[in-house]
């Protein structure tokens, strides 16, 4: 890595920047965590004790007004300030990061592709999920041609939320990004995608069950993959009993896997992406392989969310959009995602 840190500015420091983006950021020696954003005063006074030498300032708007003393900015910021603030931070001859869903509608992504491309800006979309260490047991599992041809795959994320934290969540409609399809929703679209490629939605249910839901909160979505594999995709808030995490059918065998990854609430509980433990899941709750009737527990990969800063990092280091380095999620899989997600509001 060259000698000079890439000066980083991160919008927002509710979930995702406090716990998603700043601790990945500051622990990596490629980073300097110069500017924090975020108008809630317990939040300014968080980030100030967690990160002394960043400055705290009220708003996106503050972090662009020092786009000279940046190179990369991470929007950690509600949906539907997505598109205007990273067109805006492009604009001002800085990198950008935008944190899921990429934006609210595909075409907008799309048109933030062309801006940073002829900007010769770097442009990615915070996919971690992507290193989740369920995901990477899988993809580990499907890489090395365990189960066969695959036929059926089935992806969920389930929890029991009957309350809406954040007020912005209560009240944004789909139009505005809100919804657990553009929340969670995009993360297993994103794994369905990388998985097995291209797909087409044929069935979907889009249901809001809380009473103060303004979007959706509850989905189901079958699609159809022109590799021939189906996806089942299942997101649900209002699930007393979790389904499995990852379920995926093949000629040669076939593998379950219960349990939420630990890394997000191993950071929520005060720890340290260095640490030794970080991303090591209880042997309790491995996968299982069942192949010709015979079960076998696969010990899950250990998760792995420091690789998104690090592929990144090396991308900017050498050259940024000019590199043949690829970015660590590229916009247009997240274009596609979103396309998945209108395709099935024409259906529901």
């Known amino acids: 890595m060259t000698s000079q840190p890439i000066r980083t500015a991160v919008a927002g420091f509710g979930l995702s920047g406090s716990v998603f983006h700043a601790p990945f ?3 990596n020696p490629a980073y300097e965590l110069t500017v924090i954003s975020t108008s809630d005063e317990a939040r300014q006074a968080k980030a ?3 990160y002394p030498e960043a400055l705290i300032v009220n708003t996106p708007q503050d972090i662009l007004a020092r786009a000279d003393q940046l190179d990369l900015v991470v929007l950690g910021t509600p949906p539907a300030t997505h598109f205007p603030l990273a067109k805006a931070a492009l604009e001002a001859g800085l990198d950008v990061v935008v944190d899921k869903p990429f934006t609210v509608r595909s075409a907008e992504g799309e048109e933030l592709i062309q801006l940073a491309a002829k ?3 770097v442009l990615t979309v915070y996919q971690n999920r992507r290193w989740d260490g369920d995901s990477l047991t899988v993809k580990k599992l499907l890489d090395a041609g365990t189960l066969g041809a695959v036929t059926r795959f089935e992806v969920g994320m389930e929890r029991w939320a009957p309350e809406i934290a954040k007020a912005w969540k209560a009240s944004a409609t789909a139009e505005d990004g809100g ?4 929340d969670l929703g995009t993360h297993v679209l994103d ?5 097995f490629g291209p797909a087409t939605v044929t069935f979907a249910e889009i249901t809001a069950r809380r009473p103060q839901e303004s979007a959706d909160d509850d989905v189901f979505l079958a699609l159809q993959h022109g590799s021939g594999v189906v996806s089942h995709v299942t997101i649900n808030l209002n699930s007393h009993l979790q389904g499995p995490r ?11 896997k219960f349990g939420t990854d630990p890394q997000e609430p191993y950071v929520l509980g005060g720890g340290l992406p260095t640490d030794p433990e970080y991303g090591v899941e209880p042997p309790e709750n491995s996968g299982t392989l069942e192949q010709n009737g015979q079960r076998t527990t696969i010990p899950t990969e250990r998760g792995a969310y420091p690789e998104f800063y690090r592929i990144l990092a090396e991308k900017l280091d050498d050259g940024g959009v000019a590199s043949a380095l690829p970015a660590p999620v590229d916009p247009a899989d997240s274009v596609a995602v979103l396309k998945l997600i209108e395709e099935a509001r024409t259906l529901a």
Not at 179 to 182: E, N, P
Not at 248 to 254: A, D, I, K, N, P
């Open 179 to 182: 919804g657990v399809l553009f």
């Open 119 to 121: 900007l010769g800006r």
């Open 25 to 27: 950021i500051a622990s």
């Open 48 to 50: 100030k004790a967690r």
């Open 191 to 195: 794994l369905t995608l990388r998985f």
């Open 246 to 256: 990852f379920r995926v059918l093949g000629t040669e065998g076939g593998f379950v």
